[in-house]
């Protein structure tokens, strides 16, 4: 079911009657409205977009709406959404250590808070709040130094007591008794959860509207070169020219730069997480723990959506390892005894790439008229329409916005690394 509306179809508006919902019910839907086009592929566009996930689709469409350049095709492989789009835990934040960082995961946030009226979608973003605990002196000095220097960057963080947590979160486990009692916590309120297919369904709609044509099913087999710059793509559909082409794969950046003829600093993992049985509401924050390496929320299904620390080992699986699985289940079961008795109900890996300093690249590469948005590690989602809005920039210039500038590809020759292994605790 979520493939077909991946593909392009989506709930009936109020016109439908109950008659025309249970006829179209009867036939998959085949008569409902699409949300965009399924277009054959032209011959030339002026951009291509390589990877039709949520970065490539809001890179379509501030392509589009901001810069006013509607030839252009985004190319998946799949289907919309069927990547590391739809592969997540959901967790929306901002609060980063460097300024670099905060000037783009801010950015992001602040289009979130305004991203289902831009689209006239519901990315059913939820400002719940995003809790990172402590279990120790270390953790405790490193939120205090964190915290501090996030609020010099004008965004929101309150470091919490045991007993301010206990009041937050009353369910959870404070207990001086257990492997790693609970020293205090950092909150970012204006952090949260968004729907995943939510969001590349919309900024799909979006791009489409403008004319953007949308192409899945569509696999790239080859970059094609001439002198110094990129001159066509070549796909399972054929050849297709282009005079920019930007590449927003995630996992597989690093097999598409190969196709160009250069290798990027990048190291693909599988990230694993996993959602429990439906249960009444009990948990209405983000909960994040890189001591116990587990993080979680509770889906408006009733859901548990449970995450921890990616696999070691490289590997372009979608599925993970099952000592990972009982590792997240003992530290949720440490902070959180009430769960101790659900049960797992599915199970799934995503591809994160991670560069050495954990942060992404975004802008230009060795090769002209070829750009590159990669090693966002596990903090795409929570960048997505910050990162789509900067690319976009990029195409459409040239050169990278002042925001993104930082995370050029030579940073790693010149020296000038921006360090973010511990922002996401969990992960890297």
Same mark, same amino acid.
């Given at each position: 079911m979520q493939r077909g509306l991946g593909r392009g179809r989506m709930a009936a508006p109020a016109k439908y009657s109950f008659w025309s919902l249970l006829r179209n019910a009867g036939s998959y839907h085949q008569g409902w409205q699409r949300v965009w086009r399924q277009p054959e592929p032209k011959?030339?566009?002026?951009?291509?977009?390589?990877?039709?996930?949520?970065?490539g689709l809001a890179t379509a469409y501030y392509l589009a709406t901001v810069h006013g350049i509607t030839d252009v095709a985004v190319i998946e492989k799949g289907w919309l959404?069927?990547?590391n789009t739809g592969r997540n835990t959901t967790v929306v934040r901002s609060n980063y250590l460097y300024d670099e960082s905060s000037g783009i995961y801010e950015l992001s946030?602040?289009?979130?808070?305004?991203?289902s009226q831009e689209l006239n979608y519901n990315t059913m973003f939820s400002q719940r709040g995003v809790l990172g605990l402590s279990h120790d002196?270390?953790?405790?000095?490193?939120?205090?130094?964190?915290g501090g220097a996030i609020r010099l960057n004008g965004i929101d963080s309150e470091l919490l007591s045991v007993a301010q947590v206990k009041a937050f979160v009353p369910i959870i486990n404070t207990s001086t008794n257990i492997?790693?009692?609970?020293?205090?916590?950092?909150?970012?309120?204006?952090?949260?959860?968004?729907?995943?297919?939510?969001?590349?369904?919309?900024?799909?709609?979006?791009?489409d509207a403008h004319g953007i044509d949308i192409l899945q099913e569509t696999e790239v087999t080859g970059l094609v070169r001439k002198g110094g710059g990129i001159s066509a793509i070549e796909t399972t559909r054929g050849t297709i020219h282009a005079k920019r082409v930007g590449i927003a794969v995630a996992?597989?950046? *690093?097999?598409?730069?190969?196709? =160009?003829?250069?290798?990027?600093?990048? /190291?693909?993992? &599988?990230?694993? #997480?996993?959602? !429990?049985?439906?249960?009444?509401?009990?948990?209405?924050?983000?909960?994040?723990?890189?001591?116990?390496?587990?993080?979680?929320?509770?889906?408006?299904?009733?859901?548990?959506?449970?995450?921890?620390?990616?696999?070691?080992?490289?590997?372009?699986?979608?599925?993970?390892?099952?000592?990972?699985?009982?590792?997240?289940?003992?530290a949720l079961v440490e902070l959180f005894p009430l769960f101790g008795r659900l049960r797992m109900m599915r199970q799934w890996g995503g591809?994160?790439?991670?560069?050495?300093?954990?942060?992404?690249?975004?802008?230009?590469?060795?090769?002209?008229?070829?750009?590159?948005?990669?090693?966002?590690?596990?903090?795409?989602?929570?960048?997505?329409? *910050?990162?789509?809005?900067?690319? =976009?920039?990029?195409?459409?210039?040239? /050169?990278?916005? &002042?925001?993104? #500038?930082?995370? !050029?590809?030579?940073?790693?020759?010149?020296?000038?690394?921006?360090?973010?292994?511990?922002?996401?605790?969990?992960?890297h």
């Amino acid at each position: 079911m979520q493939r077909g509306l991946g593909r392009g179809r989506m709930a009936a508006p109020a016109k439908y009657s109950f008659w025309s919902l249970l006829r179209n019910a009867g036939s998959y839907h085949q008569g409902w409205q699409r949300v965009w086009r399924q277009p054959e592929p032209k011959s030339a566009y002026e951009v291509v977009i390589i990877g039709g996930g949520g970065h490539g689709l809001a890179t379509a469409y501030y392509l589009a709406t901001v810069h006013g350049i509607t030839d252009v095709a985004v190319i998946e492989k799949g289907w919309l959404g069927g990547g590391n789009t739809g592969r997540n835990t959901t967790v929306v934040r901002s609060n980063y250590l460097y300024d670099e960082s905060s000037g783009i995961y801010e950015l992001s946030m602040k289009l979130w808070e305004g991203l289902s009226q831009e689209l006239n979608y519901n990315t059913m973003f939820s400002q719940r709040g995003v809790l990172g605990l402590s279990h120790d002196r270390h953790g405790n000095d490193e939120q205090w130094r964190r915290g501090g220097a996030i609020r010099l960057n004008g965004i929101d963080s309150e470091l919490l007591s045991v007993a301010q947590v206990k009041a937050f979160v009353p369910i959870i486990n404070t207990s001086t008794n257990i492997r790693y009692p609970l020293l205090g916590g950092m909150l970012q309120r204006r952090g949260g959860n968004a729907r995943h297919d939510a969001v590349a369904w919309g900024f799909a709609r979006g791009a489409d509207a403008h004319g953007i044509d949308i192409l899945q099913e569509t696999e790239v087999t080859g970059l094609v070169r001439k002198g110094g710059g990129i001159s066509a793509i070549e796909t399972t559909r054929g050849t297709i020219h282009a005079k920019r082409v930007g590449i927003a794969v995630a996992g597989h950046s *690093g097999v598409l730069a190969g196709m =160009a003829g250069f290798r990027l600093p990048i /190291e693909s993992f &599988p990230l694993q #997480a996993l959602v !429990s049985e439906p249960i009444k509401p009990v948990l209405n924050t983000v909960i994040m723990s890189g001591k116990v390496h587990v993080y979680l929320s509770q889906s408006d299904k009733g859901e548990l959506v449970i995450g921890a620390s990616r696999d070691a080992h490289n590997s372009y699986s979608q599925r993970g390892s099952f000592h990972l699985i009982e590792e997240q289940i003992a530290a949720l079961v440490e902070l959180f005894p009430l769960f101790g008795r659900l049960r797992m109900m599915r199970q799934w890996g995503g591809i994160v790439d991670v560069c050495p300093d954990a942060s992404p690249i975004v802008g230009n590469t060795p090769v002209d008229g070829l750009y590159i948005n990669c090693g966002w590690g596990t903090g795409g989602f929570k960048a997505t329409p *910050g990162s789509g809005w900067v690319f =976009a920039h990029t195409l459409a210039t040239g /050169e990278p916005h &002042p925001i993104n #500038a930082p995370f !050029s590809l030579n940073r790693f020759s010149s020296g000038y690394l921006i360090d973010e292994h511990g922002a996401a605790g969990v992960a890297h």
